[in-house]
């Protein structure tokens, strides 16, 4: 599966972005997909993931009550709403991909990668 995230940019701190991420392929909907973000000088971090039909959810504690992740299997889209951002949000943004059941908050798990998109959060 290919994965194309979009909808990243510049955002006051307090204010809102929803993140897509297209796949590509006629099997999404049997894939775990995944939230990951990287700032300057950090490591990968896990953001959210969410299991094949949506029903299970995992947050980083970091996150927990202000983004949102969920998909539509019909328009082969995993999105990640954030809300109340935060100068420390800041990050590339990566969403990932597996095919296991598990909904794992370990990168090692996920298979495809896309490419990133920038969230800069000014205070």
């Known amino acids: 599966v290919q994965l194309q995230a979009s909808g990243g940019g510049l955002v006051q701190a307090g204010g809102s972005l929803r993140l897509s991420c297209a796949a590509s392929g006629r099997t999404f909907s049997s894939y775990t997909m995944g939230w990951f973000r990287q700032a300057p000088g950090k490591e990968r971090e896990f953001v959210a993931a969410?299991?094949?039909?949506?029903?299970?959810?995992y947050y980083a504690d970091s996150v927990k009550g202000r983004f949102t992740i969920s998909r539509d299997n019909a328009k082969n889209t995993v999105y990640l709403q954030m809300n109340s951002l935060k100068s420390e949000d800041t990050a590339v943004y990566y969403c990932a991909a597996h095919r296991k059941l598990r909904v794992a908050p370990e990168s090692w798990e996920y298979d495809y990668w896309g490419q990133g998109t920038q969230v800069t959060v000014s205070s």
């Open positions: 969410i299991s094949w039909g949506g029903d299970m959810k």
